[in-house]
């Protein structure tokens, strides 16, 4: 099993890859089976398209930070609480985004993310 200490330094290695667009970071994270789930569409991504997704992010949003970020450790993973913010590059428009996600762990990688968040909002990928 996973210890407590172990979960939140992968929640807080996870923020600050993604706040600093270390996609290396990332991809090292993310363990080789993951699936990311989000509640708008109910579909469970694989490791490439959850990749393809945080590429996503790290490309196409400026100044994408996570703020207001609470983080739970709960067995064998983490609650996030948190709003994600930034700037689409291709518009300069303002995303904001609040969120909560439920982050499983095992063997210091995460295998598993569901991501429930109002798409209306933003940092959906895709064009804006």
Known sequence: MISEKDILVIANELKRAFE???FKAIENIYSDDIVVWHNYDQIER???DSLESAKWVTTEIEKF???E???FP???GFIQQ????GFYKSTGKKMETYAMIRVYCKKNKVFRIEDYSDP???AVPGPK
């Open 20 to 22: 600093e667009k270390d």
């Open 120 to 122: 209306s909002q933003g």
């Open 46 to 48: 694989n490791r490439y």
């Open 69 to 71: 970020c609470n983080i």
């Open 65 to 67: 930070s996570i703020d």
């Open 82 to 85: 948190c709003v994600f913010r």
């Open 74 to 76: 709960i067995q064998g």
